[in-house]
Every structure is written in C-alpha cells, then in structure tokens.
C-alpha cells in the first residue's frame, strides 16, 4: 500500500531498511483551493544521497501513477533498502532527497526536498 504525500517543503519521510517502500506523491500548486499540476509529457526522477553534495546515489523506480493529476509513486524495492548504508551501531541514518521534474515543455524543477531517516530493520 502506498503511503501519499501531498507536498510542502521541506519534506520528512521514514523507512526501515530491507522493507519495501512505496510513496505515493501528490503533486499541487500553492494556491487556497489546491490544483493539480499536471505532468503529462514529464520525466520525473528521485534519489536518496547521504547529503546533497554526495555522489553515491540511491535511485527510486518512479512510476507515472496519473500525471494528468499530478500523482505518481516513488518505489524501493527490500532488496535496494537493504543496500542503504547504515553501519556501526548506528539503529538509523539520515539521507537527503528531491524530486526533479522535466517538463514536456523543457522546463526543469525540483519540486520536492527533504529528508529520510531509515531506520534498521529490527526484526
């Protein structure tokens, strides 16, 4: 089951790590009465990193869910959040995260940024 996001920024999500993760995000302009953004025609991708900065990446799978609506789901499969590094006797890591978004019209944004603590997996 996905777990939705309806965005402001920044954004503080958590995971165990070895669990699947399915984060269904709800992308909406900042107006009173929200109104979908659509993304049809959009590339969109997201990754994890240990900080901004970092090169070593951790890719989602995005899955175009309804683009027109401005919805689409970020996944990890258990196998990928079993790979996340979290060593030493540290129970949970912080990572970093954005969402870059390609416009059909060429235009490229990050709408979304934040934060994700996975925490180890303790069963």
């Known amino acids: ?54 090169t070593t990446e951790y890719p989602f799978t995005v899955v175009n869910t309804d683009l027109a609506n401005g919805i689409f789901n970020l996944i990890m499969t258990d196998t990928e959040t079993l790979a996340l590094p979290i060593t030493g006797s540290k129970a949970r890591k912080s990572f970093v995260f954005d969402i870059r978004v390609q416009h059909a019209s060429g235009q490229v944004e990050t709408p979304v940024y934040g934060d994700i603590v996975v925490d180890r997996n303790r069963s």
């Open 1 to 54: 089951m996905a777990t939705s996001i309806k965005v402001s920024n920044p954004v503080k999500l958590q995971m165990y790590q070895g669990d699947s993760v399915d984060f269904e995000v709800i992308l909406e302009d900042d107006q009173t009465i929200p109104v979908a953004i659509d993304l049809t025609g959009a590339t969109i991708e997201s990754k994890l990193k240990e900080e901004f900065t970092s």
